[in-house]
């Protein structure tokens, strides 16, 4: 069971705790309980739940418990996991126990893994309103990436792509927030901008804009071919956009961030006008030069 689906349906016992406190804490309970005034012919404890983890109370029962362990080297526990619910007597007798304590007055504090399921529950809310404005046509930029993927929204790895490629790197979060949205430092961004350095990049290739860098530019490893392009809706941002991505999924353009770590970095930028510098001076094996091939798949150029 998760918190959320818990808080969305409204059936937490009392709106304080999760069921993994209540059940947890119970196990606790009874391994304290059971330790007190223990008879010395007494060598084995059997646990029996079917419970996942609850932090706190785990610590009070491991602690009960290794005082009974060191006291006598025949001491064993014994974990048993019983299924829930199942027509077991003691477990439906508890179960009516726990269902009668709702009638009591209830504590005005919450455990903290009630807190952090109401913090979840109220992030995914938000995050899924934000998902769903992702691809609103009322303002987006023209140049902002058409996310064709699975929402952008959950809180693993597994779930999430962004999650998946920049993890919990605030860097990588930037870099790729910086280079779905067309906003990152390159030729076409310095040239809009009216910022001092080139425009063009260094492959002969022309003007360096997103595009390039990801479908053309010889300096960069690439490992999905783009598709050719499809014929796009006129006066449709859109589409026009879909067609200049060119199959890539955000995916794709994460991968390609990831094989090359120095694409739509400042640092990047700091290289390639030092680097121009130099040649101009006529030191084309200055530092900056060394740095720059060292990042580029391509090693020979003019
Ligand atoms: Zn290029």
Partial sequence: MDGATHIVHGKFGGGKATSFDAEMMGLARGVNEALRNLPAHITQLALCS???PSQLAAISACSALRTFLAGNPRHRVLLLWVPAHKNIEPSDFVDELAK???DGVQPDFVSYSMALARVRARMKSKWDRVALDTNNTAYRGRHLWVAIDPPLHGATAKSTWLLRHAGTS???????????TN?????????????PGSHDCLCGGGLETRDHILFHCP?????????TSQRAAPHDHSSHQLRNQRGWFVDDVLEFLRLNPMVSTFGWSEILAEALADRERGQPHSRANARLLAHMVERVFS
């Avoid at 906003?183 to 910022?195: D, E, L």
């Fill in 50 to 52: 079917d419970v996942g």
């Fill in 100 to 102: 009668a304590a709702l």
């Fill in 170 to 180: 605030n860097h990588n979060t930037a870099r790729a927030a910086r280079f779905l």
């Fill in 183 to 195: 906003h990152f430092p390159c030729g076409a961004y310095r040239a809009k901008f009216n910022i």
């Fill in 219 to 227: 300096y960069w490893i690439r490992t999905k071919a783009p598709t």
